[in-house]
């Protein structure tokens, strides 16, 4: 009988309709890191923002360690001076977070671009807590190599310690 008692609570009112007792998102968090799994969430980010009505948070995190030296020299050139690699790979974020920008303001909805420098799940954690995210929806794979299998997936990661849900997307 007690397991009743708790599917019965759990059931007590399927057809209520005050606004707690809906499921309502007021501000998704995707994060981008520019393979196809991160296209394929953003799509389906879209779609849940477009239904709900809600503002979208891109973020994509540079992790330096992932930035090989020959690909991305210390230092540019750029007119009148010089720039890091970090403000170099932050400016490549930006320019191609704007795709992703566009899909989302093309059907009407706000949207706001962030890149941040560290840890990607460390980033995508603090990022959700600043924009009051109550939804994260990440692609299912991205990372690769090594360091993938070493240190697990950052879906994995920020699935275990977030604070709201993750929905994974794997494939549409």
Not at 42 to 68: E, K, M, S, W
Not at 121 to 149: H, K, M, P, W, Y
């Amino acid at each position: 009988m007690p397991d009743a008692d708790k599917e019965e609570s759990f059931l007590e009112n399927p057809d209520s309709k005050r606004a707690d007792d809906r499921l309502v998102y007021h501000s998704i968090l995707v994060p981008i890191d520019f393979s196809e799994n991160s296209e394929k969430s953003a799509i389906y980010a879209a779609r849940l923002a477009a239904c709900f009505g809600c503002p979208v948070t891109l973020l994509h995190v540079i992790n330096l360690q992932d930035y090989p030296i020959n690909r991305y020299p210390l230092e540019y050139t750029v007119p009148d001076r010089y720039i890091s690699q970090c403000e170099f790979a932050e400016a490549e974020a930006r320019n191609g977070l704007k795709s992703f920008e566009n899909q989302f303001s093309s059907r009407g909805l706000r949207v706001e671009i962030e890149t941040r420098v560290g840890s990607p799940f460390e980033e995508i954690l603090t990022a959700a807590d600043n924009c009051a995210a109550d939804l994260i929806v990440i692609g299912s794979q991205g990372g690769s190599g090594i360091g993938r299998l070493l240190l697990g997936t950052t879906a994995e990661r920020v699935i275990e310690r977030a604070r709201c849900p993750v929905l994974v997307v794997t494939g549409l």
